[in-house]
């Protein structure tokens, strides 16, 4: 049966940098971690095995550590630029570069200016694409543990044989959120977003709006923490959200002659409710991938 070949690309995955700026006693640390995706004229070494057009994975690598040096790393989103536009430009069988990178956090510990323990909150993505001309900057981040420990209810949801769960009308509503969202930029002759402010303005309106939302639902939190996003920020278009429910069961302490008036819960590790959406500017089309 005859065959032919489809989308494919290739590079090397999860490369960890780290770069120190020493500014006299005081250091300033970015801990990276680089995955480079390429492709465009790669039909032959597919077909026969001709390494020709191939850029070895290694050097993508390599030329990661070299612009940390060369470039420094401003954010995640401008390192991840550098690489995009250097590996379309540079070489001309790659046509489409998708760089992914994940930033962990340190925060310096009081004292000497070269001392840092890991944050233990969230982890900040970033998607960057380059096929050439245009541009598709994809942030995000991901672990960022919330809880509200009231103003959230759920009742009145349909029931048949198998429905078990009780109706709650004042519930431990918690999740780990996963969030990516679309920047308007393009490139062309736009300006650059300040990507560092940026990440700061998202996040606080996340946790602003999951804080602030008398919740009837995990969706009617996930829509008004997109929209808070969208609405509050000009240059981003779409925000794609992914909400596991980290559910808290009030525990039955009659049997020990107790009353539990919401006070005592067991925090369940699985399974869980994953609740999932995408919100969208006015006139925007979606383009984040539901899947990864």
Same mark, same amino acid.
């Given at each position: 049966?005859?065959?032919?070949?489809?989308?494919? /690309?290739?590079?090397?995955?999860?490369?960890?940098?780290?770069?120190?700026? &020493?500014?006299?006693?005081?250091?300033? +640390? *970015? =801990? @990276?971690?680089?995955?480079?995706?390429?492709?465009?004229?790669?039909?032959?070494?597919?077909?026969?095995?001709?390494?020709?057009?191939?850029?070895?994975?290694?050097?993508?690598?390599?030329?990661?550590?070299?612009?940390?040096?060369?470039?420094?790393?401003?954010?995640?989103?401008?390192?991840?630029?550098?690489?995009?536009?250097?590996?379309?430009?540079?070489?001309?069988?790659?046509?489409?570069?998708?760089?992914?990178?994940?930033?962990?956090?340190?925060?310096?510990?009081?004292?000497?200016?070269?001392?840092?323990?890991?944050?233990? /909150?969230?982890?900040?993505?970033?998607?960057?694409?380059?096929?050439?001309? &245009?541009?598709?900057?994809?942030?995000? +981040? *991901? =672990? @960022?543990?919330?809880?509200?420990?009231?103003?959230?209810?759920?009742?009145?949801?349909?029931?048949?044989?198998?429905?078990?769960?009780?109706?709650?009308?004042?519930?431990?509503?918690?999740?780990?959120?996963?969030?990516?969202?679309?920047?308007?930029?393009?490139?062309?002759?736009?300006?650059?977003?300040?990507?560092?402010?940026?990440?700061?303005?998202?996040?606080?309106?996340?946790?602003?709006?999951?804080?602030?939302?008398?919740?009837?639902?995990?969706?009617?939190?996930?829509?008004?923490?997109?929209?808070?996003?969208?609405?509050g920020c000009d240059g981003i278009d779409?925000?794609?959200?992914?909400?596991?429910?980290?559910?808290?069961?009030?525990?039955? +302490?009659?049997?020990?002659?107790?009353?539990?008036?919401?006070?005592?819960?067991?925090?369940?590790?699985?399974?869980?409710?994953?609740?999932?959406?995408?919100?969208?500017?006015?006139?925007?089309?979606?383009?984040?991938?539901?899947?990864?």
């Open positions: 049966m005859p065959t032919h070949l489809g989308q494919n /690309q290739y590079g090397k995955a999860e490369t960890r940098v780290v770069r120190v700026v &020493r500014d006299g006693a005081t250091h300033h +640390l *970015k =801990d @990276l971690n680089v995955s480079v995706a390429l492709s465009g004229d790669m039909d032959e070494v597919h077909y026969s095995g001709s390494n020709a057009n191939v850029l070895p994975t290694d050097t993508t690598k390599n030329t990661v550590f070299a612009f940390a040096k060369e470039h420094g790393i401003e954010s995640p989103e401008a390192f991840a630029v550098h690489l995009a536009r250097h590996f379309v430009t540079g070489q001309e069988p790659i046509k489409r570069a998708r760089i992914r990178v994940e930033q962990y956090g340190w925060e310096r510990i009081g004292g000497p200016g070269h001392s840092f323990v890991r944050t233990g /909150q969230e982890t900040r993505t970033t998607e960057v694409t380059f096929d050439g001309e &245009r541009w598709q900057v994809i942030s995000g +981040l *991901k =672990d @960022l543990v919330v809880l509200n420990s009231t103003d959230s209810e759920f009742w009145g949801y349909v029931k048949d044989p198998y429905t078990t769960l009780k109706e709650a009308y004042d519930r431990i509503l918690a999740t780990e959120v996963t969030a990516r969202w679309r920047f308007a930029w393009t490139g062309d002759e736009q300006p650059v977003p300040a990507w560092e402010a940026s990440y700061e303005e998202v996040r606080g309106h996340l946790l602003a709006a999951f804080a602030q939302t008398y919740s009837l639902s995990l969706q009617q939190t996930l829509y008004a923490m997109g929209s808070r996003v969208v609405e779409e925000v794609r959200l992914s909400l596991p429910n980290k559910h808290h069961f009030l525990v039955d +302490l009659q049997p020990f002659g107790l009353k539990n008036d919401n006070e005592v819960y067991f925090a369940a590790d699985r399974p869980y409710g994953l609740i999932e959406g995408t919100v969208l500017r006015d006139g925007a089309e979606a383009a984040i991938p539901v899947t990864d």
